[in-house]
């Protein structure tokens, strides 16, 4: 396995977050993790990712444990958290945004030829590369993020919320770019709100509810899963 | 232009360039650390002290005296960081009250070892540029000068390399910038001697052309909060724009009126910024 919590526990002052949460995430492919508001999925990714340092528990990545490193080291060992919100830098332009993701590699050239890469997969943002990220709108600061993760070289990227707040349009168009980041060979954390989208691109899935696993399996599974489908996929 | 008028610009031009040296330091340091440095002031006055010990006592060329005294004025700034801000990251409000307490160090051991008396630093050039009937020192000409060099270099440093970006970045959304792998102890490492440097450096250029007393930083401190505030706080560009505007402002009613009418024409102008604009000239949001 390239990442494995184990029985994860967090508090926010003194309010249990997580309490007790393992999964783990397969070198390939995409794990999705869904549940509701609250049910602590963000909590999940931020503490792997090291924004928020667990109270109890083990997270392993490629073997090593990292729960204990702070954040700007963990994106060292090859973990890129989009956060939630998005979280791009508002007043660097959209090319500093992307550079900046690349911040602790010194490989220059392929830098450049993955800034390129970048460019390729999201045209518009070539065409605004030297606008302010604030200037954009939803779905192209939504590709901002993606592509600055992406421009740390991960090999794992963790993605919450990439369809929130976007058009219908653009929330197929985000579902095809995270199909596209998996099968190019950077296995996906996702989470989602957006339940029935997440189990139709995912292989497995966690159900996150009031911060335990409540349920996971097989993605098609979890699809006819009676307690799933009533609770999460409105039928 | 009638020649009292272009003098008035060329004293203005000078208030203007130290003072943006100053502001623009601390809108750095609040922008990456998220902390009003009151002691900014002081470390204005330390830059001046410098001068004193290295140029006056220590009879070293002045411009090694300069250069010597925003080493030592930059790295305050980092001792400041490691031993005040650095334990109350989480707590900004700790910071400045830190802050003030450095304040009142520097101070005294500005007395202890200087005296409470200004100190005499004997002029750097006697040179001046005349055009009519105004003039304009040497000395406040290197002032203006070593401003614009100074914030060119700046603003070089920040659009055009990876810890500029890093600095802007860690202003903008912190979080989001430990999530590049930005180490926040380090930015605000250079934020503080970047910061504290620039200070350091209007202290030592303009001190043959102020006797540097202890308490120096008062009246530049208040200066340089009106000029954050009407600039737009976080705002590096509005500084600037702001100490130049105040600067004319206040020496134009210094020349024709008097200082205090000035100070309070000061104070009008950005109550009046603040009605119509809240959040500043150039500050586009609230910034954590």
Known sequence: ????????????????????????????????????NGAGKSTTLRSISGLTKP???????????????????????GIAHVPEGRRIFPDLTVEENLRIGAFL????????????????????????????????????????????????????????????????????????????????????????????????????AYVLEIGTVAVEGKASDLQTNDHVRRAYLGA | MPDFLLQTVFNASYAASYMALIAVGLVLIFGVM??????????????????????????????????????????????MELTLFRPLRTNPLGGLIASIGFLLILQTLAVLGFGLRNQNVPPVSQGRITVGGAFLTYERLYVIIATIGLLTALYFFLRKSKFGWALRACAQDREAAALQGISINQTARYAMFIGAALAGVAGAMTAPLVAPSPYMGHSVIVTAFIIIIVGGIGSLEGAVVAAVLYAFVHTFVTTFYDGVIANIVGLLLMLAVLVVKPQGLFGVRERA
């Open chain 1, 105 to 204: 590699r010194t490989d220059k050239a392929k830098i450049e030829s993955d800034i390129e890469d970048i460019f390729q997969r999201f045209p518009r943002l070539k065409e605004r590369r030297t606008q302010w990220a604030r200037t954009l709108s939803g779905g192209e600061q939504q590709m901002v993020a993606i592509g600055r993760a992406l421009m740390s070289g991960p090999k794992l990227l963790l993605l919450d919320e990439p369809s929130m707040g976007l058009s219908p349009v653009m929330v197929q168009e985000m579902a095809r770019i995270v199909s596209d980041i998996a099968e190019r060979g950077v296995p996906v954390v996702l989470v989602e709100q957006n339940a029935g989208l997440a189990l139709k691109l995912a292989s497995y």
């Open chain 2, 34 to 79: 998220g902390v009003i440095n009151f002691a900014h002031g002081e470390l204005y006055m330390a830059g001046a002290y410098a001068i004193v010990f290295f140029y006056v006592w220590s009879g070293l060329p002045f411009f090694v005296a300069v250069a010597l005294g925003l080493v030592f004025v930059g790295c305050l700034g980092i001792l």
């Open chain 1, 1 to 36: 396995m390239l990442l494995e919590v184990r029985n994860l526990h967090v508090h926010y002052n003194k309010v249990a977050a997580l309490k007790g949460v393992s999964l783990q995430v397969p070198s390939g492919g995409i794990v999705t993790i869904i549940g509701a």
């Open chain 1, 55 to 77: 109270s109890k528990g083990e997270i392993h990545f490629d073997g090593q444990r990292i729960d204990n490193l702070p954040a700007e080291k963990i994106v060292a060992r």
